[in-house]
């Protein structure tokens, strides 16, 4: 399957500095990249779509002022948590969709990253 | 408001057993379905379904799609060990972004 890979895999931080997580597809170009956040025990909510050249489109309830998404480039998407609070703890996952006909459909997953706001 | 069902929540088997997931859904404009194996960390790709009643296999684990049933299965045999994860089952729509909609997951606990 295609690679997509995660920086950093971990991060602690102290509350309100921002962070800034990066995606990129290493083996094709991602037009259209998703965010992802996975709170303990739950499943995966879908926080944006990130599309390359373009602002990105946030999911309901999800604040687009604090939670900054830049796609500039076909194999880079990043996310950047503004002004982070404890609540914002969660693991953050990005993906990206399958670059051949026929796998279009299939998102292929970076290894995420662990947030920490202390 | 579209939603994707999965059961059960968790379960726990022996090596050597069967196990069969559920995953139902709800979805406007249904497009495929899909099934991800996560362990410690980001979900890997299994299955991807988007027709009724073709079974598709990999090694141990099967799965197929009932489109009128709005539904799916996940089957493994001879469970392992290293079996054992999350499984999410998710649900493509139509449209130009191919948003998933994710279940809440099965976990799977197999024990030796």
């Known amino acids: 399957g295609a690679v997509v890979s995660q920086h950093p895999s971990w991060v602690i931080c102290k509350s309100g500095t921002s962070v800034k997580i990066e995606c990129r597809s290493l083996d094709f170009q991602a037009t259209t990249m998703f965010w992802y956040r996975q709170f303990p025990k739950q499943s995966l909510m879908l926080m944006a779509t990130?599309?390359?050249?373009?602002?990105?489109?946030?999911e309901q309830g999800v604040e687009k002022d604090k939670f900054l998404i830049n796609h500039a480039s076909l194999t880079l998407s990043t996310l950047t948590v503004t002004s982070a609070h404890p609540e914002d703890s969660s693991f953050y996952i990005c993906?990206?969709?399958?670059?051949?006909?026929?796998?279009?459909?299939?998102?292929?997953f970076g290894p995420g990253t662990r947030l920490l706001v202390l | 408001e579209d939603k994707v069902v999965q059961s059960p929540l968790s379960l726990v088997v022996h090596e050597g057993d069967t196990v069969t997931l559920n995953c139902s859904y709800e979805v406007t404009n249904f497009r495929s379905l899909l099934w991800y194996k996560q362990e410690k960390k980001a979900p890997t790709f299994l299955f991807m379904l988007?027709?009724?009643?073709i079974e598709k296999k990999s090694g141990r684990l099967s799965s197929i799609l009932d489109k009128k049933e709005l539904s799916s299965i996940l089957n493994i045999t001879a469970t392992q060990t290293g079996d054992s994860a999350i499984y999410l089952c998710a649900v493509a729509r139509g449209g130009a972004t191919n948003k998933l909609i994710f279940g809440t997951g099965t976990l799977l606990a197999v024990q030796p």
């Open positions: 993906s990206s969709r399958g670059p051949l006909r026929g796998t279009q459909e299939t998102q292929y």
């Open positions: 988007t027709s009724s009643g």
């Open positions: 990130s599309n390359e050249g373009s602002k990105a489109t946030y």
